[in-house]
Protein backbone atom coordinates (compact mmCIF):
# COMPACT_ATOMS: atom_id res chain seq x y z
CA UNK A 1 0.00 0.00 0.00
CA UNK A 2 1.16 3.68 -0.56
CA UNK A 3 2.20 6.16 1.69
CA UNK A 4 0.68 9.45 2.80
CA UNK A 5 3.10 11.27 1.47
CA UNK A 6 3.17 9.32 -1.97
CA UNK A 7 -0.88 9.78 -1.58
CA UNK A 8 -0.31 13.65 -1.44
CA UNK A 9 2.03 13.91 -4.40
CA UNK A 10 0.13 12.24 -6.80
CA UNK A 11 -3.14 14.41 -5.83
CA UNK A 12 -1.22 17.47 -7.47
CA UNK A 13 -0.90 15.76 -10.91
CA UNK A 14 -3.09 15.26 -13.75
CA UNK A 15 -4.78 11.73 -14.35
CA UNK A 16 -3.01 10.51 -16.83
CA UNK A 17 -0.02 11.68 -15.26
CA UNK A 18 -0.96 9.75 -11.95
CA UNK A 19 -1.66 6.58 -14.17
CA UNK A 20 2.03 6.50 -15.69
CA UNK A 21 3.64 7.57 -12.17
CA UNK A 22 1.79 4.95 -10.46
CA UNK A 23 1.98 1.98 -13.30
CA UNK A 24 5.39 0.41 -11.70
CA UNK A 25 4.73 0.36 -8.14
CA UNK A 26 1.17 -1.06 -8.64
CA UNK A 27 2.45 -3.92 -11.02
CA UNK A 28 5.53 -4.88 -8.98
CA UNK A 29 3.68 -4.47 -5.71
CA UNK A 30 2.86 -7.36 -3.41
CA UNK A 31 -1.01 -7.20 -4.36
CA UNK A 32 -0.58 -7.75 -7.70
CA UNK A 33 1.56 -10.95 -6.83
CA UNK A 34 -0.64 -11.78 -5.01
CA UNK A 35 -3.48 -11.53 -7.47
CA UNK A 36 -1.13 -13.53 -10.47
CA UNK A 37 -0.39 -16.31 -7.69
CA UNK A 38 -3.95 -17.31 -7.02
CA UNK A 39 -5.04 -16.75 -11.20
CA UNK A 40 -2.41 -19.50 -11.55
CA UNK A 41 -3.86 -22.02 -8.92
CA UNK A 42 -7.70 -21.24 -10.44
CA UNK A 43 -6.49 -21.81 -13.57
CA UNK A 44 -5.41 -24.75 -12.74
CA UNK A 45 -8.63 -25.68 -10.55
CA UNK A 46 -7.49 -25.88 -7.31
CA UNK A 47 -9.37 -22.61 -7.06
CA UNK A 48 -12.93 -21.56 -7.38
CA UNK A 49 -13.45 -19.51 -11.07
CA UNK A 50 -17.22 -19.41 -10.44
CA UNK A 51 -17.03 -17.78 -6.59
CA UNK A 52 -14.58 -15.40 -8.37
CA UNK A 53 -16.52 -14.15 -11.07
CA UNK A 54 -19.92 -13.46 -9.16
CA UNK A 55 -17.48 -11.27 -6.45
CA UNK A 56 -16.03 -9.69 -9.37
CA UNK A 57 -19.52 -8.60 -11.13
CA UNK A 58 -20.48 -7.50 -8.14
CA UNK A 59 -17.48 -5.55 -7.76
CA UNK A 60 -17.75 -4.13 -11.17
CA UNK A 61 -21.10 -2.51 -10.66
CA UNK A 62 -20.00 -0.65 -8.41
CA UNK A 63 -17.20 0.82 -10.17
CA UNK A 64 -16.71 4.29 -11.83
CA UNK A 65 -16.35 3.37 -15.19
CA UNK A 66 -14.77 6.91 -16.31
CA UNK A 67 -12.08 5.82 -14.45
CA UNK A 68 -11.17 2.72 -16.50
CA UNK A 69 -12.02 4.92 -20.31
CA UNK A 70 -11.78 2.90 -22.86
CA UNK A 71 -10.68 -0.51 -21.02
CA UNK A 72 -13.94 -0.38 -19.59
CA UNK A 73 -16.10 -2.63 -21.92
CA UNK A 74 -12.84 -4.89 -21.91
CA UNK A 75 -13.39 -5.54 -18.22
CA UNK A 76 -17.28 -6.62 -18.66
CA UNK A 77 -15.42 -8.65 -21.76
CA UNK A 78 -13.41 -10.26 -19.12
CA UNK A 79 -16.13 -11.08 -16.86
CA UNK A 80 -17.69 -12.55 -19.42
CA UNK A 81 -14.82 -14.66 -21.28
CA UNK A 82 -14.43 -15.82 -17.21
CA UNK A 83 -18.00 -16.86 -17.12
CA UNK A 84 -18.53 -18.70 -20.11
CA UNK A 85 -15.27 -20.70 -19.46
CA UNK A 86 -16.21 -21.24 -15.95
CA UNK A 87 -19.55 -22.96 -17.57
CA UNK A 88 -17.91 -25.06 -20.25
CA UNK A 89 -19.14 -22.66 -23.22
CA UNK A 90 -16.20 -20.93 -23.82
CA UNK A 91 -12.84 -22.76 -24.07
CA UNK A 92 -10.47 -20.96 -26.99
CA UNK A 93 -8.57 -19.21 -25.00
CA UNK A 94 -4.59 -19.68 -23.78
CA UNK A 95 -3.90 -21.07 -20.32
CA UNK A 96 -1.65 -17.84 -19.70
CA UNK A 97 -4.68 -15.44 -21.25
CA UNK A 98 -6.66 -16.95 -18.87
CA UNK A 99 -4.67 -16.46 -16.54
CA UNK A 100 -3.83 -12.66 -16.84
CA UNK A 101 -7.59 -11.89 -17.21
CA UNK A 102 -8.44 -14.11 -13.88
CA UNK A 103 -5.29 -12.26 -12.06
CA UNK A 104 -7.25 -8.39 -12.92
CA UNK A 105 -10.33 -10.10 -11.61
CA UNK A 106 -7.89 -11.11 -8.69
CA UNK A 107 -6.80 -7.15 -8.10
CA UNK A 108 -10.56 -6.02 -8.44
CA UNK A 109 -11.71 -8.26 -5.44
CA UNK A 110 -8.78 -7.86 -2.97
CA UNK A 111 -9.57 -5.52 -0.46
CA UNK A 112 -6.15 -5.16 0.28
CA UNK A 113 -5.03 -3.81 -3.02
CA UNK A 114 -2.23 -0.96 -3.28
CA UNK A 115 -4.64 2.27 -2.99
CA UNK A 116 -7.75 1.41 -0.87
CA UNK A 117 -10.83 2.51 -3.64
CA UNK A 118 -12.04 4.29 -0.91
CA UNK A 119 -9.15 6.56 -0.99
CA UNK A 120 -9.98 10.57 -2.26
CA UNK A 121 -9.74 11.14 -5.96
CA UNK A 122 -6.82 8.08 -6.57
CA UNK A 123 -9.70 5.32 -5.30
CA UNK A 124 -9.42 2.59 -8.55
CA UNK A 125 -6.68 4.19 -9.83
CA UNK A 126 -4.35 1.10 -9.10
CA UNK A 127 -7.13 -1.36 -10.48
CA UNK A 128 -7.43 0.41 -13.71
CA UNK A 129 -3.76 0.02 -14.22
CA UNK A 130 -3.83 -3.31 -13.78
CA UNK A 131 -7.44 -3.72 -15.75
CA UNK A 132 -5.36 -1.52 -18.96
CA UNK A 133 -2.13 -3.43 -18.05
CA UNK A 134 -3.93 -6.71 -18.59
CA UNK A 135 -5.84 -5.37 -21.53
CA UNK A 136 -2.80 -4.84 -23.53
CA UNK A 137 -1.26 -8.62 -23.05
CA UNK A 138 -4.50 -10.60 -23.55
CA UNK A 139 -6.51 -7.83 -26.20
CA UNK A 140 -6.35 -10.66 -28.81
CA UNK A 141 -7.85 -13.40 -26.33
CA UNK A 142 -10.66 -10.66 -25.27
CA UNK A 143 -11.35 -9.72 -28.98
CA UNK A 144 -11.61 -13.10 -30.35
CA UNK A 145 -14.30 -14.31 -27.23
CA UNK A 146 -16.29 -10.70 -28.59
CA UNK A 147 -16.24 -12.38 -32.15
CA UNK A 148 -17.43 -15.74 -30.62
CA UNK A 149 -20.20 -13.87 -28.78
CA UNK A 150 -21.47 -12.39 -32.16
CA UNK A 151 -21.34 -15.14 -34.33
CA UNK A 152 -22.78 -17.35 -31.79
CA UNK A 153 -20.03 -20.18 -33.03
CA UNK A 154 -20.45 -23.33 -31.01
CA UNK A 155 -17.16 -24.25 -29.09
CA UNK A 156 -16.84 -27.67 -30.35
CA UNK A 157 -16.66 -25.43 -34.10
CA UNK A 158 -13.21 -24.61 -33.25
CA UNK A 159 -12.15 -28.35 -31.74
CA UNK A 160 -10.57 -31.35 -33.63
CA UNK A 161 -13.08 -34.38 -34.21
CA UNK A 162 -11.34 -36.69 -31.82
CA UNK A 163 -11.79 -33.89 -29.21
CA UNK A 164 -15.20 -33.43 -30.03
CA UNK A 165 -15.97 -36.70 -29.80
CA UNK A 166 -14.23 -36.84 -26.43
CA UNK A 167 -16.76 -34.06 -25.21
CA UNK A 168 -19.83 -35.80 -27.10
CA UNK A 169 -19.14 -39.11 -25.14
CA UNK A 170 -18.69 -36.97 -21.58
CA UNK A 171 -21.81 -35.21 -22.26
CA UNK A 172 -23.29 -38.66 -22.59
CA UNK A 173 -21.79 -39.48 -19.02
CA UNK A 174 -23.47 -36.44 -17.51
CA UNK A 175 -26.73 -37.21 -19.20
CA UNK A 176 -26.92 -40.59 -17.66
CA UNK A 177 -26.03 -39.59 -14.46
CA UNK A 178 -28.26 -37.16 -13.81
CA UNK A 179 -31.11 -39.78 -15.42
CA UNK A 180 -29.72 -42.23 -12.85
CA UNK A 181 -29.88 -39.20 -10.29
CA UNK A 182 -33.90 -38.57 -11.49
CA UNK A 183 -34.77 -42.09 -11.15
CA UNK A 184 -33.24 -42.81 -7.53
CA UNK A 185 -35.17 -39.55 -6.42
CA UNK A 186 -38.33 -41.04 -7.24
CA UNK A 187 -37.83 -44.81 -6.24
CA UNK A 188 -36.08 -43.48 -2.58
CA UNK A 189 -32.66 -45.62 -3.49
CA UNK A 190 -30.79 -42.38 -3.72
CA UNK A 191 -28.74 -43.01 -0.30
CA UNK A 192 -27.24 -46.12 -1.96
CA UNK A 193 -25.67 -44.64 -4.58
CA UNK A 194 -24.98 -41.12 -3.30
CA UNK A 195 -21.31 -41.18 -2.38
CA UNK A 196 -20.82 -42.19 -6.30
CA UNK A 197 -23.21 -39.56 -7.28
CA UNK A 198 -23.19 -36.73 -5.02
CA UNK A 199 -20.20 -33.65 -4.37
CA UNK A 200 -20.00 -34.51 -0.66
CA UNK A 201 -20.02 -30.47 0.50
CA UNK A 202 -22.77 -29.86 -2.79
CA UNK A 203 -25.37 -27.71 -2.64
CA UNK A 204 -28.90 -28.08 -3.36
CA UNK A 205 -31.88 -25.34 -3.83
CA UNK A 206 -35.06 -27.03 -2.49
CA UNK A 207 -36.23 -24.24 -0.38
CA UNK A 208 -38.66 -26.93 1.75
CA UNK A 209 -35.41 -28.84 3.21
CA UNK A 210 -32.34 -27.15 5.04
CA UNK A 211 -29.51 -27.31 3.17
CA UNK A 212 -27.05 -30.01 2.00
CA UNK A 213 -27.23 -33.14 0.90
CA UNK A 214 -28.45 -34.99 4.33
CA UNK A 215 -31.47 -33.34 4.59
CA UNK A 216 -32.48 -34.06 0.92
CA UNK A 217 -31.43 -37.50 1.15
CA UNK A 218 -33.48 -37.79 4.39
CA UNK A 219 -36.60 -36.36 2.19
CA UNK A 220 -36.49 -38.25 -0.44
CA UNK A 221 -36.71 -41.58 1.36
CA UNK A 222 -39.51 -40.08 3.27
CA UNK A 223 -41.33 -39.19 -0.06
CA UNK A 224 -40.88 -43.21 -0.91
CA UNK A 225 -42.34 -44.30 2.26
CA UNK A 226 -45.50 -41.79 1.85
CA UNK A 227 -45.73 -43.18 -2.03
CA UNK A 228 -44.15 -46.33 -2.58
CA UNK A 229 -45.44 -46.44 -6.26
CA UNK A 230 -43.74 -43.10 -7.43
CA UNK A 231 -42.35 -43.14 -10.93
CA UNK A 232 -40.53 -40.60 -13.17
CA UNK A 233 -39.88 -40.47 -16.57
CA UNK A 234 -37.90 -38.36 -18.47
CA UNK A 235 -38.87 -36.60 -21.21
CA UNK A 236 -35.86 -34.69 -22.59
CA UNK A 237 -32.09 -34.74 -21.06
CA UNK A 238 -29.90 -31.31 -22.40
CA UNK A 239 -25.81 -30.87 -21.57
CA UNK A 240 -24.49 -28.19 -21.64
CA UNK A 241 -20.52 -27.90 -20.38
CA UNK A 242 -21.52 -28.34 -16.46
CA UNK A 243 -24.85 -28.39 -16.37
CA UNK A 244 -27.58 -30.79 -17.46
CA UNK A 245 -31.59 -29.98 -17.42
CA UNK A 246 -33.94 -32.65 -16.85
CA UNK A 247 -37.50 -32.34 -18.47
CA UNK A 248 -39.40 -34.79 -16.35
CA UNK A 249 -42.78 -36.43 -15.84
CA UNK A 250 -43.53 -37.48 -11.80
CA UNK A 251 -46.27 -39.92 -10.72
CA UNK A 252 -47.44 -40.10 -7.24
CA UNK A 253 -49.62 -43.66 -8.00
CA UNK A 254 -51.35 -45.08 -10.61
CA UNK A 255 -53.99 -42.70 -11.84
CA UNK A 256 -52.53 -39.97 -10.84
CA UNK A 257 -52.23 -37.27 -13.35
CA UNK A 258 -48.88 -36.17 -11.66
CA UNK A 259 -46.43 -32.98 -11.95
CA UNK A 260 -44.41 -31.64 -14.40
CA UNK A 261 -40.30 -30.98 -13.06
CA UNK A 262 -37.23 -29.68 -13.85
CA UNK A 263 -34.11 -30.89 -12.39
CA UNK A 264 -30.68 -28.59 -13.40
CA UNK A 265 -27.82 -30.16 -12.19
CA UNK A 266 -24.59 -28.94 -11.56
CA UNK A 267 -21.52 -31.28 -12.11
CA UNK A 268 -17.79 -31.11 -10.80
CA UNK A 269 -16.47 -34.14 -13.01
CA UNK A 270 -18.68 -36.97 -12.74
CA UNK A 271 -20.55 -35.75 -9.23
CA UNK A 272 -23.51 -33.28 -9.07
CA UNK A 273 -22.23 -30.35 -6.72
CA UNK A 274 -25.35 -28.35 -6.94
CA UNK A 275 -29.02 -28.83 -7.89
CA UNK A 276 -31.84 -27.00 -8.52
CA UNK A 277 -35.58 -28.11 -9.21
CA UNK A 278 -38.89 -26.73 -9.86
CA UNK A 279 -42.39 -28.48 -10.38
CA UNK A 280 -46.57 -27.97 -11.17
CA UNK A 281 -48.84 -29.99 -10.60
CA UNK A 282 -50.96 -31.30 -13.65
CA UNK A 283 -54.52 -31.08 -13.88
CA UNK A 284 -56.53 -33.67 -16.12
CA UNK A 285 -59.04 -30.52 -17.05
CA UNK A 286 -55.82 -28.15 -18.77
CA UNK A 287 -57.30 -25.89 -21.22
CA UNK A 288 -54.34 -26.59 -23.21
CA UNK A 289 -54.54 -29.18 -25.75
CA UNK A 290 -50.70 -29.41 -25.92
CA UNK A 291 -50.38 -30.36 -22.51
CA UNK A 292 -47.38 -30.31 -20.55
CA UNK A 293 -45.09 -32.65 -22.76
Known amino acids: ?10 RN ?5 RDISYQKPVLRSEAFARALSEAKLRVVGAGGL ?10 AA ?10 WPYLQTMLRLVGAYERGQYKQVSSDDLMWIVAALNYLVD ?27 TRQALDDFMIWETNGVSVTAAVPPDRRKLLRMHDELRKQLAAEFMQRTADGTLVR ?6 VPDGIHHDWRFAAGWDSFLKAVAEAHRMSPQRRIEIKHLLCDGDFVIGHVHVVQRPGDPGAV ?29 HGAF
Open 50 to 59: RSLFERAAKV
Open 111 to 137: PFDLIPDKTPLLGFVDDAIVVGSVVDK
Open 13 to 17: KSPAE
Open 261 to 289: GFFLLRFEGERIAEMWAVGQALQVDSPNK
Open 62 to 71: SLPKQRFKEN
Open 1 to 10: MLSLRQMKKA
Open 193 to 198: AATRLL
